[in-house]
């Protein structure tokens, strides 16, 4: 079974930088797109970014866009979240997620286009 591991969650504070990477567990496998969301206890996981992986197609959430970047490595399999000017509310849980199918019943910020998640990394920004 497919499963991806996210890295690189820490503690930062306000307007620093934290890097994520999403890397799948065993052997890779293909698939239409990558998605980041992040969740807060008690709140519903929320979109973040997504890239498709075929021609790199970004999309990204109001809340980061010009801060974060979501790049895809396809040597390595690897999908990455640059976080920039992190804010105190980018706080929580961090998924990676992929969508393998690449159906597009549902939009790629919808967390039922994704059938693959990682476990989570905690990034913390204080203030």
């Known amino acids: 079974q497919e499963q991806l591991v996210e890295s690189g969650g820490d503690m930062a504070q306000a307007g620093g930088s934290l890097t994520l990477s999403c890397a799948p567990s065993?052997?890779?496998?293909?698939?239409?797109?990558m998605g980041w969301f992040r969740q807060v206890s008690g709140k519903e996981r929320e979109f973040v970014a997504a890239i498709t992986w075929r021609n790199g197609n970004r999309n990204y959430a109001d809340s980061v866009k010009g801060r974060f970047t979501i790049s895809r490595d396809g040597a390595k399999n690897t999908v990455t979240l640059q976080m920039n000017s992190l804010k105190p509310e980018d706080t929580g849980v961090y998924y990676c997620?992929?969508?393998?199918?690449?159906?597009?019943?549902?939009?790629?910020?919808?967390?039922?286009?994704?059938?693959?998640w990682g476990q989570g990394t905690q990034v913390t920004v204080s203030s």
């Open positions: 997620a992929a969508d393998p199918y690449g159906r597009r019943e549902y939009s790629l910020g919808d967390v039922r286009s994704y059938h693959i």
């Open positions: 065993g052997r890779a496998f293909g698939t239409y797109a």
